[in-house]
């Protein structure tokens, strides 16, 4: 009896913590909630990538794939986020909204590992998509991405001491047609109060 009942315990252990989902909302959403906080970044991955072996939509493979990244990024594994976020390239079809999504945190990358002359190089692929990149289901760019990568090119001269080069660069903002009246507020208060 005791074996039956420590069998039994055992099999129950062994299928929580193998727990498959059924589709793509479940393993996504899971993946979701535990990156919330302090994030479980390793389980976390496990279900992303569960997700995207669920899925045949394009933008679901790119939410997948991105979030992916992000648990390597979060961990400070930048050069695994780079390679996961380079993925997003090879989903056939996918949008250009999910290419800048990518690029602009390739840059992240580099920046975060203080090397901002490469930063700069990234962002600035960006500015180079042709046409109007529009938003993804999960990310949500507080400006166009193409503002909000022309803004970092300036954050990385600032982060070097390089104001002069800082406010040129955020000055190019001003004249960006898809800039927002908030864009460019925000652009002239950083050319303003930028340190000397």
């Not at 009942?5 to 193998?18: H, W």
């Not at 535990?34 to 389980?43: A, H, I, P, Q, R």
């Not at 976020?85 to 909204?97: G, L, P, W």
């Not at 500015?127 to 990568?149: C, D, H, M, Y």
Request: charged residues 30%.
């Amino acid at each position: 009896m005791k074996r039956i009942v420590l069998g039994f315990i055992v099999f129950s252990v062994l299928c929580v913590n193998s727990f498959t989902f059924d589709n793509y909302k479940d393993a996504f959403n899971s993946g979701t909630k535990k990156t919330e906080g302090f994030g479980d970044w390793e389980s976390a991955r496990k279900d992303f990538t569960e997700a995207l072996s669920l899925t045949k939509r394009i933008n679901e493979k790119g939410d997948a794939t991105y979030q992916i990244g992000e648990t390597y990024f979060w961990e400070n594994n930048y050069q695994q986020a780079r390679n996961e976020y380079a993925k997003i390239k090879d989903i056939e079809k996918i949008t250009v909204a999910y290419l800048a999504m990518a690029q602009i945190r390739v840059g992240d990358t580099f920046a975060a590992e203080k090397n901002y002359s490469q930063a700069r190089q990234e962002y600035q692929k960006v500015l180079q998509i042709e046409g109007k990149i529009p938003n993804t289901l999960i990310r949500r760019f507080t400006s166009v991405p193409k503002v909000e990568a022309q803004y970092k090119i300036g954050e990385m001269f600032r982060a070097e001491h390089n104001y002069s080069k800082a406010k040129e660069e955020f000055a190019k903002i001003l004249n960006m047609p898809e800039a927002t009246e908030k864009d460019k507020l925000e652009a002239k208060y950083r050319i303003k109060s930028i340190y000397r």
